[in-house]
Nanobody, 125 residues
Framework: QVQLVESGGGLVQAGGSLRLSCATSVSGDIMAWFRQSPGKEREFVAGFKWSGGLLYADSVKGRFTISRDTAKNTVFLQMNMLKPEDTAVYYC??????????????????????WGQGTQVTVSS
């Protein structure tokens, strides 16, 4: 069983920062962060393409940075200039297909095989 474990969530004031971590049990090039708040669809936040290139949702571009430590099968999400609308449960996701995909593939939650249990991020005004 592939395991993903997120950590680093918490309560911060608007304008503050958090760093999320996701440790995976297997290697895989396609990794992503999604988030979901009550009553909303799970949405893509940031991720790595099969080629290693980075993708960001427009809502977080310029504020969030995704990175990875391939040797330790770990991905990170540095979240700066946080806004109340960033409040959500953040999930780490992995796709072990190791296959080239068109860009839209990476933004769809259904394409990711393995998920962590989520970590809560709450941003107060």
């Amino acid at each position: 069983q592939v395991q993903l474990v997120e950590s680093g969530g918490g309560l911060v004031q608007a304008g503050g920062s958090l760093r999320l971590s996701c440790a995976t049990s297997v290697s895989g090039d396609i990794m992503a962060w999604f988030r979901q708040s009550p009553g909303k669809e799970r949405e893509f936040v940031a991720g790595f393409k099969w080629s290693g290139g980075l993708l960001y949702a427009d809502s977080v571009k310029g504020r969030f940075t995704i990175s990875r430590d391939t040797a330790k099968n770990t991905v990170f999400l540095q979240m700066n200039m946080l806004k109340p609308e960033d409040t959500a449960v953040y999930y780490c996701a992995q796709d072990t297909s190791r296959t080239l995909h068109l860009i839209p593939y990476y933004f769809q939650a259904k394409n990711y095989e393995y998920w962590g249990q989520g970590t809560q991020v709450t941003v107060s005004s």
